[in-house]
């Protein structure tokens, strides 16, 4: 088998209601990522992209996020209505979907404004 163009890793990470940081997949029903899957299967690409479960990313205040390698594209506040534009223009056209990447002073910093602050 070729290798995989694509990794996307879903957050299918779960906390209990009430938890101090939101998580990606509140339900439990992994949603996000069943779509994503599908989505990615019907467009043909399934032997050229990888759709993985994936635990806290450590964005929990961006939920629901996507990460997609090789080009570590950072996708926040994803919703399931987002899968059709991020399958079509990221995995088939090569065009990462620009309105749902998340800022750079967000990712893996502690000036993330959507963070608490760290004690
Ligand atoms: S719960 Fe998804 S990034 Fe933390
Ligand atoms: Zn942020």
């Known amino acids: 088998m070729a290798k995989y163009e694509r990794h996307l890793f879903v957050c299918t990470n779960q906390r209990p209601e009430g938890s101090p940081r939101p998580s990606c997949n509140p339900d439990g029903k992994a949603e996000l990522h069943r779509a994503l899957n599908l989505a990615v299967a019907e467009a043909g690409l399934k032997d050229r992209v990888r ?69």
């Open 51 to 119: 759709v993985n479960k994936s635990g806290c990313l450590d964005q929990c205040e961006h939920a629901a996020n996507v990460v997609v390698y090789p080009e570590a594209v950072w996708y926040g506040n994803v919703q399931l209505a987002d899968v059709p534009e991020i399958v079509q223009s990221h995995l088939v056209e090569g065009r990462p979907v620009a309105r749902l990447e998340l800022a750079e002073a967000c990712i893996h910093t502690a000036s993330c404004p959507h963070k608490p602050a760290k004690s």
